[in-house]
């Protein structure tokens, strides 16, 4: 079972770097409860703290986490960020649940070329995939 959820790529994030940047004396592949994986035209050094934000889902759609790699991909980074807490990855976890949420109602609304209730949608989504969606 995957570690870290793939975050869709037609959803912009940003990883902000916090005051405090590192996690003395602890290794992160023990310490991760698991996270989340995103492309980043920047490299990042592994335990330094970050914030992830969504943009598109507004201010409350952040959570802290760390660095847990870093690996060069095609002209940029894809880089995992871990979530050391289980509130942290709780809210992670939500946030994640609402991008992939936002994006079915976004494809089927292309794809009909009708409007369609994102509550609606939500519904549609929770109960097709959230048996399937990664722990």
């Not at 002209?75 to 994640?96: K, N, P, Q, W």
């Amino acid at each position: 079972m995957r570690k870290f959820l793939r975050h869709p790529s037609d959803m912009p994030v940003e990883l902000v770097v916090r005051k405090q940047s590192l996690i003395s004396g602890q290794r992160l592949h023990n310490i991760s409860l698991g996270g989340g994986a995103c492309n980043s035209p920047r490299r990042f050094r592994r335990g330094t703290a970050v914030e992830l934000r969504v943009p598109l889902l507004g201010d409350q759609a952040r959570c802290p986490g760390v660095i847990a790699w870093c690996k060069s991909q095609n002209g940029g980074y894809r880089v995992g960020i871990a979530f050391i807490d289980e509130d942290s990855l709780f809210r992670a976890r939500m946030i994640e649940q609402i991008c992939q949420i936002q994006r079915y109602h976004d494809q089927l609304e292309r794809e009909s070329g009708e409007s369609h209730s994102i509550e609606q949608c939500a519904r549609q989504w929770i109960a097709t995939n959230a048996a399937d969606y990664p722990h």
